[in-house]
């Protein structure tokens, strides 16, 4: 601290010490501070960093499936950016051969399975939302007991095979028909419906089979999206239930071809596609073009879902 001389007298007086600079504060946002550059500049690189971890392994997937043979020997199996495209191992797995054939399998035991699940998950979770019918209590103990015990392999195999249904698709789609999960948002959807409506449809003399049909159903299209989303996919990614109660390998879906081919590696020959040639694309091709194939149905229905999405997931969540 410096001094000074005060004029006209001998005494010393103490200087006033330097201001400082002001700091700079951070702009607020609905009473939340708002994160500054550096803070900002941080968590792009690490969203950045994050994204091409996901997106670089799904690009070099479809580009070795499109890549000629040549550049995909070249490059040892794997290529992130094909300096060509070549069709001729999406030509031979569509060619009518068990890839194909699975694929219809699969398109089939969704569709289906989606439907039936929809159709038995909707009905159950009406019922079990209406308050003082006869056995809801109790229904609704048993869906939720379910959801803690699982009935385990050996039973599931040995009640499949009891109803005929060994090497059958419906093996695929009946065990796995109902979820007590999806059964409870459904539930907790249509307990949020107002009542006055329901009681308005009452007086006017509506049963309670048009109740469901032209007013539940009518208003539940967010949480039907995001349960069918669910089945969807569920039906679409199972294998463990084909490697179980399928032994005929025509009726194999894609998924349990995705695990016979490319992860157990097993070598695809011209047999297995159908076709007579003496050159087949790489393994690798086959075997990426399978996958691609096996992906790209989902990521083409989920944005047409996507809007329903939150919607849906948040059925139950809050209450008011």
């Not at 019922?127 to 385990?152: D, E, I, Q, T």
């Not at 392999?153 to 065990?175: E, H, K, T």
């Not at 992906?295 to 849906?312: I, S, T």
Request: charged share 10%.
């Amino acid at each position: 601290m410096t001094v000074t001389e005060e004029p006209g007298s001998g005494t010393v007086a103490p200087a006033e010490p330097a201001s400082r600079a002001p700091r700079r504060r951070r702009a607020v946002v609905d009473g939340v501070a708002m994160p500054g550059p550096a803070e900002r500049t941080a968590k792009a690189v690490v969203l950045t960093v994050a994204c091409a971890l996901v997106v670089l392994p799904f690009v070099g997937i479809v580009s070795t499936s499109l890549a000629t043979p040549e550049q995909v020997t070249r490059a040892g199996g794997f290529v992130l950016l094909p300096t060509g495209i070549d069709l001729s191992a999406y030509r031979m797995i569509f060619a009518g051969g068990v890839v194909s054939q699975a694929l219809w399998v699969s398109v089939f035991v969704t569709a289906v399975g989606t439907a039936v699940s929809l159709a038995l998950t909707t009905t159950l979770g009406w019922a079990l939302s209406r308050r003082g019918a006869f056995g809801v209590r109790a229904m609704l103990l048993l869906v939720l007991v379910s959801l803690l015990f699982n009935p385990g392999m050996i039973p599931s195999y040995l009640v499949v095979q009891r109803l005929g249904l060994l090497d059958s698709l419906w093996a695929l789609i009946i065990p796995t028909s109902v979820s007590a999960f999806n059964v409870v948002v459904v539930r907790a959807f249509f307990v949020q419906l107002p009542h006055e409506i329901i009681d308005s449809a009452r007086i006017d003399g509506a049963t309670e089979w048009q109740l469901f049909r032209r007013i539940g159903l009518p208003l539940s299209k967010p949480v039907l999206a995001v349960v069918g989303l669910f089945y969807g996919v569920g039906y679409w990614n199972a294998f463990f239930s084909a490697l179980l109660y399928i032994s005929d390998a025509a009726k194999w879906p894609l998924q349990l071809v995705l695990r016979t081919y490319v992860v157990d590696g097993t070598q695809l020959g011209s047999q297995d596609l159908g076709i007579d040639a003496a050159a087949l694309p790489p393994q690798t091709s086959l075997q990426m073009a399978i996958l691609v194939v096996s992906v790209v149905p989902v990521l083409l229905v989920y944005p047409f879902l996507q809007r329903h999405f939150a919607k849906g997931m948040l059925t139950g969540a809050i209450k008011g």
